[in-house]
Structure formats: structure tokens, C-alpha cells
């Protein structure tokens, strides 16, 4: 479990691809290596990922093809950066909100504009577009955010949330481009009320 408060950013060095699946390298000196053991769990541009070698800079993690098939990772190249957050522990402090570090579906960024000392990102969904709400919470490759604004168009559902100039050092949203592709993971809270409502029919 995770609260999209991002710890470090990494840089990855090395891929090895297999048959149907790959790991990747990253060079994580920023985070806190004695806090890292085998078989700990990381978020990985809000993936959830599991630590199968370490150093004393360097992380592994191996990549399923299922990762593969539902996230952009296969887009990654070496030297590509990426949001780390470690799981949480039993004492952290909970600063965003419950990410589970399962990726939903991918958005694409159609707008990004300057909005005073901040930078506003408006993302397409072409689904799970239900989940998204006006001062609700999603989390944008492992980041938790706020959703500003929502609006469904042609089948779509377009939201924007307001990245401030820390938020935009801390992590890779200063490398972001119009159509990019981001991880989304939606509010899990707003998936268990619509399973529960589908009971209450």
C-alpha cells in the first residue's frame, strides 16, 4: 500500500528483456537504501513492483507480462526517469491518500498551460471515467493529486488537476509532452461505494 507521495525520483540504467517479459535497472541513490530489502514492494510510476536485487544505488525489479500489457513500461528506455515511493509502513505519514499501486488504465495529456505559479494538466480517459470526480483523489503515475475539474466529451471523460513548482522538481511531470501517456490508478474508495451500490439495486 502506498499514499502517492513520491520519495525519490530514478533513473533507469539497464533493461533486460526475455521472452515475453523484461526487468529493469534504476539508480536510486536519492531513496534510503537500508530501508530496501529483497521482496519489498516499490511504486514504479505508480506501479507496484517487487525488489529482486539491490546494491548499494542499484534496484531490479522484473517486469510480468501482464505489467507489460496494462501499463506504457514497454515504452521505457534507458535513462528514462520514474517516481519512487516506497510502501508505506505502519507510522507513515498518510499525506495523500490510499494508492494500491495497481494501475487502472492509461490517459493521455491533451492540454498543459501555464496557471499562475502552477502548471495545469488536463488528461483524456477513455475509461474509468465514472471514478473521476471535482475534488476527488487519482493518482498520475504514482502521484496522488486532486482533480480540479471534470468533463465528459464524446465518450471520454477529460480531467485537470494543478501541478505546483514542487511537485513538478519532485517528479516526472516536468518531462511530460502533450500526448503522453500516463499511468492512472483511480480512487479505490470510488470502486468499492459502485460495487456496493450494484448490490443495493
Not at 21 to 36: E, G, M, P, R, W
Request: charged residues 25%; contains cysteine; aromatic residues 8%.
Amino acid at each position: 500500500m502506498f499514499t502517492g507521495i513520491i520519495q525519490a525520483l530514478g533513473k533507469i540504467t539497464e533493461i533486460e528483456h526475455h521472452q515475453r517479459d523484461c526487468s529493469f535497472y534504476f539508480d536510486c541513490a536519492d531513496l534510503s537504501q537500508q530501508t530496501i530489502e529483497l521482496g519489498d514492494s516499490i511504486a514504479v510510476n505508480g506501479c507496484c513492483l517487487t525488489v529482486v536485487e539491490k546494491d548499494d544505488r542499484i534496484i531490479k525489479v522484473d517486469l510480468s507480462a501482464e505489467t507489460l500489457n496494462r501499463t506504457n513500461m514497454k515504452t521505457y528506455r534507458q535513462g528514462s526517469l520514474v517516481n519512487l515511493e516506497l510502501a508505506m509502513l505502519p507510522d507513515t505519514r498518510f499525506g495523500g491518500h490510499i494508492v494500491s499501486g495497481h494501475v487502472d488504465c492509461l490517459a493521455e495529456i491533451v492540454a498543459i498551460k501555464d496557471d499562475g505559479r502552477s502548471t495545469r494538466f488536463d488528461f483524456k480517459l477513455d475509461d474509468y471515467g465514472r471514478y473521476i470526480a471535482e475534488k476527488g483523489s487519482v493518482a498520475i503515475d504514482g502521484v496522488s493529486l486532486t482533480i480540479n475539474g471534470v468533463e465528459d466529451v464524446n465518450q471520454a471523460t477529460v480531467f485537470t488537476v494543478n501541478i505546483i513548482p514542487h511537485t513538478l522538481e519532485k517528479t516526472i511531470f516536468a518531462e511530460y509532452a502533450l500526448n503522453s501517456k500516463v499511468h492512472i490508478e483511480v480512487d479505490m474508495i470510488a470502486r468499492y461505494l459502485e460495487r456496493l451500490n450494484q448490490y443495493g439495486e
